[in-house]
């Protein structure tokens, strides 16, 4: 699964902000919540240096 088919709940490694966990996803962003920053961070849907920790798939197809 690539990172840019994730649903909210999955859990992702960032190499700068450590793990977090996938809020809200529309076409292009997700909306991530980082434990180790306490931060919410919007980054592309299609940035390559995420690691799955824990992956989650969308209910409903998702739009492109």
Avoid: C, Q, V, W
Avoid at 57 to 64: E, I, N, S
């Amino acid at each position: 699964m690539s990172t840019s088919e994730l649903a909210p709940g999955s859990k992702l490694r960032h190499p700068k902000f450590g793990i977090g966990m996938i809020l809200s996803a529309d076409e292009n962003y997700y909306k991530i919540y980082f434990y180790n920053t306490e931060e919410i961070k919007t980054l592309a849907r299609d940035y390559d240096g995420f690691e799955i920790e824990e992956a989650k798939k969308p209910d409903f197809p998702m739009l492109t």
